[in-house]
């Protein structure tokens, strides 16, 4: 009640309700997410989440219960949770075997033996389990957390870190600003926040590239979007060309297997008769006679335009690489340039409103 009261304010209808859960009280409160005070909606989001668990953290305290602090542990049911606090966690425990383990063995196989030494059941299959002598279930090693799957402990007996300590990586992405307009509350805190990191790393992207005027940025992204349409344009040019050598090289293969039909065709005395029986390849070899009308009166050889075509596909494949990097710094420039924008246009927005106030 005392924190259902402290978080509500008293602007919100509420409901306690409380039950037996596997022999402890378990709670439920339920509350109407529109204040009967002033009609305002209740924002459930990472900030209201977090004074939430602050508020319940320290009633508990005054009231001399439990609480449970974020760590490494986060997800652990409540029965794993108590059993860690009375020491009788079989996870816990072939954790804290498994980390003295790991400075004295070889590999992980050899950390596997040492567990059997020690009296823990090994079951081999698509994850490796293991079970202590009294314990009635085997536990499987990748419910232990990042820090015990089998390749982080063959990572950490080489001498690696553990995967919960090592650093985040780095998102090196440009992004667009957050709209403040959209967020309210504690969303929108969190977007001012956001918003001023996103723009120290937008200055930091302009210092390392030399711009140092809003002129340089423009005639840069220009540069760079020029570059793209360029390669745009080839890679169609290419791909023109390539189609046009497919049908040349479909009809000069006709040409050239049917031409001796074509011959006998010709010479016959009873061109009627002859035609009876070839009509097929007489159709077809008139019709790959198209290359004249293409401009292909002397017919290329095969290996000639075979050469061409291998050739106009590794030109291609670098332009393709030029459009795509020369695309992405684009997409940089132009998100960066959304943003230098949004942040020029704030204060012109707030000397408005002072020149109307």
């Known amino acids: 009640m005392q924190l259902a009261k402290e978080i509500l304010g008293g602007k919100y209808e509420f409901v306690l309700t409380s039950h037996i859960d596997k022999n402890h009280v378990h709670n439920h ?24 668990r602050r508020a319940s953290d320290r009633l508990c305290k005054e009231h001399g219960l439990s609480v449970v602090v974020p760590g490494q542990d986060k997800g652990k049911s ?16 072939l954790k804290a075997t498994i ?61 690696g870190p553990r995967a919960s300590r090592q650093p985040k990586q780095r998102d090196d992405r440009i992004r667009l600003l957050y709209d403040l307009q959209s967020k309210q509350g504690g969303l929108q805190h969190w977007a001012k926040l956001q918003n001023l990191k996103l723009a120290a790393k937008d200055f930091a992207w302009l210092e390392e590239r030399g711009i140092n005027n809003y002129d340089d940025l423009e005639s840069k992204a220009a540069v760079v979007l020029e570059k793209r349409d360029a390669a745009h344009t080839s890679i169609k040019e290419i791909e023109a060309r ?35 029986g070839h009509e097929s390849e007489i159709i077809l070899f008139e019709a790959s006679r ?27 494949d670098t332009l393709l690489a030029e459009y795509r990097a020369a695309r992405s ?29």
């Open 290 to 316: 198209e290359l004249k009308r293409m401009g292909a009166v002397a017919l290329p050889s095969t290996e000639s335009m075979k050469t061409e075509l291998a050739a106009l596909a590794g030109k291609k």
């Open 29 to 52: 409160l339920i509350f109407n997410a529109v204040s009967f005070a002033d009609h305002r909606h209740y924002h459930s989001n990472k900030r209201s989440y977090h004074e939430i």
């Open 242 to 276: 390539t189609a046009e050598l497919s049908l040349v090289m479909k009809h000069a293969a006709t040409y050239w297997q049917l031409k001796p039909v074509y011959d006998r065709y010709r010479q016959s005395r009873d061109k009627e008769k002859f035609l009876r």
């Open 99 to 159: 980390d003295r383990l790991i400075p004295a063995s070889a590999d992980f196989e050899d950390l596997l033996r040492r567990l059997q030494r020690e009296g823990h059941e090994i079951k081999r299959g698509k994850y490796v389990s293991c079970r202590a002598s009294d314990q009635e279930r085997f536990t499987r090693m990748k419910t232990l957390g990042v820090d015990y799957t089998e390749d982080t402990i063959t990572a950490r007996i080489a001498g």
């Open 329 to 357: 710094q684009s997409q940089e420039y132009e998100t960066i340039k959304k943003n230098v924008d949004t942040l020029l246009s704030v204060p012109k927005e707030q000397q408005r409103r002072h020149e109307l106030e």
């Open 78 to 93: 409540y029965i794993e949770n108590t059993a860690t606090q009375a020491g009788t966690s079989y996870k816990a425990k």
